[in-house]
């Protein structure tokens, strides 16, 4: 009886400790996500600029790059939960104990949810640009 209250603490504290790693790896990257919608940002300030000239609202610059995001970290989720689940087969079939996929640990929606978070930032700046000073700026 107290070897089995023993593996299901070992098994509560490895599930915390995954889930810690999770929201690490999440963090990382949503930062990392932000940092190229920057670059992405200072890169096409010219055709900020035009888009705005033409008629193009914040609101429409704003929504593109923010979509930009959402696209870039649904993109990332879904290879990572390809590669996961190819990981949890190939286990199985090679390692010595059972690998178990469990459907509700595959959150895409929350993948499209930190591109919103990180990717708010980079749209804002693009939708304040002045299309007067992005046109001149080289």
Do not use: H
């Not at 023993?6 to 990392?32: D, H, K, M, P, Y």
């Amino acid at each position: 009886m107290c070897g089995s209250a023993q593996l299901g603490q070992v098994t509560e504290a490895f599930r915390n400790l995954l889930a810690w790693v999770a929201a690490i790896s999440l963090i990382v990257g949503g930062i990392g996500i932000m940092n190229i919608m920057l670059v992405n940002v200072s890169e096409r300030t010219r055709v900020i600029g035009l888009r705005q000239a033409l008629g193009a609202r914040p609101r429409d610059v704003r929504l593109q790059f923010l979509l930009e995001a959402i696209i870039l970290s649904l993109a990332g989720g879904l290879a990572g939960v390809l590669l996961g689940v190819a990981g949890v087969y190939a286990f199985g079939a090679l390692g010595g104990m059972r690998a178990v996929l469990v459907p509700g640990s595959i959150p895409l929606a929350f993948a499209a949810g930190v591109g919103v978070f990180f990717g708010y930032l980079p749209a804002a700046k693009a939708a304040q640009l002045d299309p007067i000073v992005a046109l001149q700026r080289e």
